[in-house]
């Protein structure tokens, strides 16, 4: 938008004016550049809060006698109404023509319906910033959170209820998504639309059990028995290599045994707590949004649950299966853990079992784990679990073909808001809300 600079000139040397007046009779003569900042910006949102009530005080233009209803019927004017909003400047008040009268008994104010506001709510300008705040964060930071950068109080409650809301777009837009790319009609528009696919594409499934707030009073009588779920998340990805000054500590461990270090960018998620069958549909319809089905390589790298290999196979059958390197060899820790008591025996043990798991002989693993089944339960189960992945743990294969093998995208992204979000204490989220992406 352009705006008269040389109008704004003039506001902002006022608003300068205002300021030092302000300022030279609190700390006489002792601000510092950040008291001058904090006291222009609490200055500008009160003037963003007037001129707003203003703006919208003035969009009513000549008034009319009457006006169509949006029943078909006729509304009379009936005088200048007050509505108040709260706005990203804070509580904003403004009167406006309204019409009623109308045999339905709804009534209309022409500037609310214009500018899509609804009385006594927020825009959806501050939507859109409370419920960023209310995605990653509990209620109650979220509000400190937002205290901080609009200079205004929030309350918890408003919170929530904004970010169940979103969590509540996020679904019908993912239902839409879901319904066009089951269309004939919309995927043969998106092949002529010709956007150029990724070269490697990833993708990773992951589940996650969620605290669910009971919805209605039946539903609370149930609550203890009722209240978990399986929230389960998906990511689309790229990778990318780590330029060596950007490397973590981690990372440049992790470069001497691997020689590069790839990352994941371009990330997508998204979940939804249903069926396996109805996840599926959302996996081929965001995949479907990122060019999965049209990327020369596609690779799902994820934790060994059947129910998501089954739906890989399903929706993506030509993609690449790798078993999450980090969950493969965290498993032998743990088996190692169980087995030996002597130290020394379990890192002999645990050292030789990785290097083998590492380089793709899945075979020796399991010939380490069979003699451990008497004394570790977790070895005996694990026997299943690397003879059902074993072309999925072909790791020296994968790495020698450039592919990333333990993604961390799902632990960072959907399954942070799951254990830092919705396993918080009394931040227990109804079901729309916590379908909710980043
Ligand atoms: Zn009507």
Known sequence: MKYNIEKI?????????????????????????????????ESLREIGQQALGCFLENADGEVEAEMGCSCGGKLAYQ??????????FGKVTYRRAYYSGC?????????????????????????????????DKAFEDGRQWLKQYLLFEISENTIRSETQKMG??????????????????????????????????????????VRIEPRNLQEKAVEDRENWRDL??????????VPNRQRSERQKHKAQREGSVLRAKNKQYFCGIESAEEFGKLLWATGCAVGADHARLLVFVC????WIWNLIARYFPNAI????????????????????SNLEERQAWLEGVTEDLWQGRVELVIAACQPLTKKSNLAKQSLSYYNNNTERMRYAQFRAAGYLIGSGVIESGCKQIVTQRLKLPGAQWNLDGAILTA
């Open 9 to 41: 000139n003039l506001i902002a040397q006022e608003v300068a004016e205002v300021v030092r007046e302000g300022l030279a009779e609190e700390s006489q003569g002792k601000a510092l550049i950040g008291d001058v900042e904090m006291a222009l910006r």
């Open 79 to 88: 005088r200048q109404r007050k509505a108040t909003i709260w706005s990203v």
């Open 103 to 135: 045999s339905c008994g709804k009534g209309c104010a022409p500037v609310d319906r214009r500018y899509g506001i609804e009385p006594g709510k927020v825009t959806a300008g501050l939507a859109h910033l409370i419920a960023l705040s209310g995605i």
């Open 168 to 209: 509540k777009l996020q679904k019908q837009a993912d239902a839409e998504l879901v319904k066009a790319m089951q269309s004939e009609a919309s995927l043969q528009k998106r092949e002529q639309s010709q956007q150029p696919a990724p070269d490697i594409l990833y993708g990773s499934i992951d589940a996650a059990k």
């Open 232 to 241: 389960k998340a998906g990511c689309w990805y790229e990778g990318e290599i």
């Open 303 to 306: 934790d060994g649950a059947v």
């Open 321 to 340: 299966q790798i078993v999450d390197w980090y969950h493969a060899e965290e498993r032998l820790k743990r088996i190692a853990e169980e087995a030996f």
